[in-house]
């Protein structure tokens, strides 16, 4: 979703504009170009990213405009008055291919690939960057949230610690990645995401005591009512009145649907609370917990028989505790017919030349076997042997095994070239393939690491150009 839409053309760096402007006045606005998309690490430990991102992208793409209060902004910053001129009518003409969102990708490969002229490739940079690193970050973290929950509900309710409005791409990310809903209203009204709530402590103290509290809300919101049962005493006297306030909405054909714990010892309590609920008869009512819960402390729960049915994650989902950000950059790899190269004292930082595709491998059981960046004119059934991409004598036999190539053309003449998708068929695509990754690579902590390799013609290519730059 665009939130910047009347100023979007300046929702980028100050570089862009000026390499643009350069492009310009040097005569080489009609260079054709490609820019490669890639990531060059895992983020959380994890063995794989969720891929996210892509239909705000495009939004974004296709707000990319100048209008006069930018142009007169620009002006005031003296960009010259030929290139604004330019960028009255600036549009992204470009051609992307990309993954399908949800996908599992890994370090190195060059996701999404941006082709076109050199000034509007140039100008999509940050906002690419900014839409698909945010969102493939969150979308991976919410995927290690579903992998310890199970199939408990996870409820993203990280708006009030998110960095501003980045929330509203987060928590669609997060569902991508595998949250059930969201307590972000606006997100859920324009991505059409699961919204879902309970109350908070404010509500309780605002009652002279905790049992009338716990009334007036399950008069008023009969319906998904959960009651939050830590303001005073959890199992004193929480508890015991959200039973009393279970029994009365039974006597009325209603049911209290959940209890939330948001404080002490998770685990323990839950076992008391959901003893006190058997006993009472209440074996259908859940028991919710919250309070800076994250991937590992979910995990530690479940392992110590906690009773907990959903969890609430707030700031460690949605700022993407511990890793702040994804490291996507997005690379030059040609200029007209001539193949670029970033060199790099270290040699993990090198890029890769040309156009290029990724091609997936598959096991006979059909889970991913390995990976490959290969040159985009490459015929995939000649490949036959992939190459570690620094220790060539490491390689990987693929012949025979079943593969399909991971990106297609997925936007073209200023157009998406597919349907826009509902995020619950993007979550599907993302469990689906997640499914497709082998135990060792899903592994939670020291995951064992997913070959991606490269075609012997990519390497070549790679290794005459460095050898040509260290001879110049
Ligand atoms: N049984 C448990 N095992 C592991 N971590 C837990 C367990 N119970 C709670 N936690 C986590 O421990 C952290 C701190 O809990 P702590 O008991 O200090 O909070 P609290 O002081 O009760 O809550 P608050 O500060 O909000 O009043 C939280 O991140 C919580 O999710
Ligand atoms: O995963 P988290 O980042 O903890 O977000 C969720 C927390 O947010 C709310 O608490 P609130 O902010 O009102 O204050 P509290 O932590 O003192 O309860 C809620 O009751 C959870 O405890
Ligand atoms: O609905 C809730 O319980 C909620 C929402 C946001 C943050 N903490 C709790």
Redesign the pocket.
Known sequence: MNLTNKYSGLFTDQYQLSMAEGYFLTGRRSDSVNFDYFFRKNPFGSGFTIFAGLQDLFELILDFKFDQDAIDFLHKRGFHSDFLDYLKDFQFQGTIYAPKEGEVIFPTEPVVSVEGTIIECQLLETVLLNTLNFQSLIATKANRLRHSAGDRTLME??M??AQGWAVIHGSRAAVIGGVDSTSNVLSAYLYGLESSGTQ??SWIQSFEDELTAFRKFAETRPKHCVLLVDTYHTLNSGVPNAIIVAKEMAERGEQLSAIRL?SGDLAYLSKKARKMLDDAGLKEVKIMA????DEYIIKSLIDQGAKIDGF?????LITGQKDGALDGVYKLSQVNHRHTIKLSEDVYKRTLPGKKKIVRYYNDDDKFYADAIVLAEENVADIATIYHPQYTDKKSIVTGLKSEVLISKVFEKGKALFKEKGIHEISEYRKLRVSQLTEDHKRFEFPHRYKVGLSESLIDLRDTLISDIKNK
Do not use: T, W
């Open positions: 309710f990280g009030r610690r908070a402590h948001d919250s309070n800076r819960l609430g994650v707030g700031g460690n």
